[in-house]
């Protein structure tokens, strides 16, 4: 596998015992997320990086070092890969203040610089004042702290995260995603971080790869992969309910538009002649696309896709209402997320009749069988 414009990069496959066909690239100084559901592959990848898990064929570089290959028979121990790891419940030694833990990562360092380098660290995650309390003295936002000090602090050729916010409550959580975006200026090596979460990875990566059942799906920067998916199973698994069938029926390049069919409607789209007139394929919208606010004011904007539909249910969530709704001649249902304050306005209800737009440029059009 041959990686020159980046710092780490793998190819692996194996049959068993969990299948992988998986390929990874991080440049030096990006946050890359691994997204999917549980039992992807995710933190056996993360395990294969560390050099904990031995994989059954592939390669794996880092900055111009084999780590691991196959064919050659190389498998570096995970203490000659210099791996800063953090995992899901910290591994914080007990019996340990902050700062011994965070000097226990640095027995590369001689002893006389172990205490300093700890302090810039503990400093560094907001944490100078408490090097000398034990993990059990320390709230759940400031073990994770420690751990990710720790980390940094070994001065690692890779950073690994996993699954690093799962054991703190959503306000803590909130606070640590800005203190890990203001560290990211000392990152400059690259970061791999598992992740369910979709939000974090939109709000700290800047490459996110989809992974499921052990295969890559697909790779790119956050927003590009949720926006424009590669096929459907990348679609469901970035939270896209609404995919349907259609049919190509033209490309007009002078208004720069791609003409779909979808039980009686006919909508528009961003043009993409990639797709010959005739074939049939699965489409998306996401929530954001669908433009039903606007009715507050009894004006749709101008637009070629005004589709009338009918509302099946209306479910209040708080702030929130969730709406499913039927279009004409299609039988997968039309998911709508709008303001809790919208429903009484334009008096939603089910059976209830109304107009919305489907905005063209965010339609994205997927093969009709490229799933999983």
Not at 65 to 84: A, K, N, Y
Not at 90 to 96: A, I, K, Q, V
Not at 292 to 314: C, E, F, H, W, Y
């Amino acid at each position: 596998m041959d990686v020159p414009d980046f710092e780490f990069g793998l190819t692996l496959k194996q049959a068993a015992p969990i299948p992988l066909n998986a390929q990874l690239k991080c440049a030096g100084g990006e946050l890359l997320a691994l997204v999917g559901p549980s039992g992807s592959g995710k933190s056996t990848l993360l395990r294969m990086i560390a050099g904990l898990t031995r994989p059954a064929s592939g390669r794996i570089v880092c900055n111009d070092t084999c780590w691991f290959d196959s064919e050659r028979g190389v498998h570096l121990p995970p203490q000659r890969r210099r791996i800063g790891y953090v995992p899901q419940h910290y591994g914080l030694f007990p019996h340990l203040t902050a700062l011994r833990n965070v000097m226990a990562g640095l027995c590369h360092l001689p002893s006389s610089q172990r205490a300093p380098q700890a302090r810039l660290w503990l400093e560094r995650v907001h944490l100078a004042g408490l090097e000398g309390r034990k993990p059990a003295e320390l709230s759940g936002g400031q073990q994770q702290r420690v751990a990710l000090a720790r980390a940094m602090a070994r001065d690692p050729t890779i950073l690994l995260l996993d699954e690093p916010f799962s054991a703190v409550d959503r306000a803590t959580r909130e606070k640590l995603y800005i203190e890990l975006a203001e560290l990211k200026r000392h990152f400059t090596v690259p970061t791999i971080m598992v992740t369910h979460d979709l939000n974090e990875a939109l709000l700290l990566a800047d490459q996110m790869t989809v992974l499921t059942q052990g295969h890559t799906l697909q790779s790119g920067p956050p927003r590009e992969v949720m926006a424009r998916p590669a096929n459907e199973t990348v679609a469901r698994l970035n939270g896209i309910r609404n995919v349907f069938n259609g049919e190509i029926l033209r490309h007009e390049s002078a208004t720069g538009l791609t003409w779909l069919r979808a039980g009686e409607l006919v909508l528009a789209c961003t043009l993409n002649d990639a797709w010959p007139v005739g074939q049939r394929v699965r489409w998306m919208i996401p929530n954001s696309g669908v433009r039903m606010r606007a009715i507050a004011s009894g004006d749709l904007p101008v637009s070629p896709n005004r589709v009338r539909l009918t509302l099946q249910k209306v479910l209040l969530l708080g702030d929130e209402a969730r709406i499913i709704a039927s279009l004409p001649d299609i039988p997968d249902s039309l998911h709508l997320q709008v303001p809790a304050s919208l429903v009484g306005k334009l008096r939603l209800q089910p059976g209830v009749r109304t107009e919305v737009v489907l905005r063209e440029d965010r339609i994205h059009v997927m093969g009709a069988n490229d799933h999983l």
